[in-house]
């Protein structure tokens, strides 16, 4: 005789599921909340009475039972930027595989600390067990220090080159990896368009930028400002298309990059036989652009799902992570540079 189903008036339950499986109600439990004190034979009779029954987990009644959420909050600016999107694509990754839901508060640009404290207060009372700041934010504030105490927290962008955030990406690294490849190959000197510098890693790229071109005895040429937008960067590229010395430039970002190479073709200057470009990200579309972008990439997903990782482990209190991994940026070489030789005609 097979075993009596719920009502089909009703969605199968916790006790459904145990009648089903042979086992009592809290071991159900125990089971559907990932706990390791139970038999793998006996799990994987109650994970079959589950798939026959249809029966799932009522986030709510399981907040209820439990006294968790198992939800992750994350902070980030309201922006399409790819990074955001990127980072998000890791975080939600990890937290699926530990049993977690990501919820997301936005800031605006530019946001205050009092905007990214509110973002703070908005995740806690959705009940946050654990946030990830994906804005730029001291810990020092008093604000921010008791929420970040009271609530497991990490950070993945610096608000200044001595803070540490553990799992950014060494800003230097990724402009020096730009710079002195445009050099390598024998350029001049190399033009930097710089992203909003709201953002440290705007700032920490330009001050890169100017520090290798001294180091070589070059004495660096105006910044060309821009706000991480393609608009932006395509009214650098115009400014650029100007000045007929110019043969190599450090793009602070993939998008602006589009922007600089379509003011230079509208302009009749050539990528790369004219002017050598990189930029950074390394974005899907970057290997699509014409030509194809030469741009140093950031590990985004990666760096979402570490972050996400610390937090877990320690809203788990788990043993500690160890050594945080160093999340390298890598150049990847394409199209949009070559030898300055290539500039003659």
Do not use: C
Request: aromatic residues 4%; negative net charge.
């Amino acid at each position: 005789m097979s075993p009596r189903r719920a009502p089909v008036d009703r969605a199968p339950n916790q006790n459904d599921v145990a009648r089903v499986a042979g086992v009592s109600a809290q071991t159900v439990s125990r089971v559907m909340s990932g706990q390791s004190n139970v038999r793998p034979e006996t799990a994987r009779k109650v994970l079959n009475a589950v798939e026959e029954l249809g029966y799932r987990v009522h986030a709510a009644a399981a907040s209820l039972a439990s006294g968790r959420t198992r939800i992750l909050g994350v902070i980030v600016l309201s922006t399409n930027r790819y990074s955001t999107a990127a980072l998000g694509v890791g975080i939600e990754r990890v937290a699926a595989d530990n049993n977690f839901t990501v919820t997301t508060a936005s800031v605006s640009d530019h946001a205050t600390i009092e905007d990214i404290l509110a973002a703070f207060d908005r995740l806690e009372r959705q009940g946050a067990e654990g946030v990830i700041l994906g804005v730029p934010v001291s810990l020092d504030h008093p604000g921010m220090r008791a929420r970040t105490e009271r609530t497991p927290s990490t950070r993945n962008v610096r608000v200044s080159p001595e803070e540490d955030a553990a799992f950014a990406v060494d800003q230097t690294e990724v402009a020096r990896l730009a710079v002195e490849h445009l050099l390598d190959l024998g350029h001049e000197t190399v033009w930097h368009v710089s992203g909003d510098e709201y953002w440290t890693e705007s700032v920490q790229r330009r001050e890169t930028w100017e520090r290798v071109l001294r180091e070589h005895g070059i004495e660096p040429p105006p910044v060309i400002p821009a706000d991480w937008t393609s608009e932006s960067g395509y009214r650098a590229g115009r400014t650029i298309a100007a000045i007929p010395g110019a043969t190599a430039v450090f793009v602070s970002s993939d998008e602006m990059a589009f922007g600089v190479i379509r003011a230079l073709h509208e302009a009749g200057r050539r990528v790369p036989e004219d002017v050598s470009i990189v930029s950074v990200d390394d974005i899907a579309l970057a290997a699509y652009a014409s030509p194809a972008l030469t741009t140093v990439r950031q590990p985004f997903e990666e760096v979402g799902a570490a972050a996400a990782r610390r937090v877990i482990a320690e809203i788990e209190d788990t043993e500690p992570l160890g050594d945080v991994p160093r999340i390298e940026p890598t150049l990847i070489l394409r199209s949009s540079t070559a030898p300055p030789s290539l500039h003659q005609d």
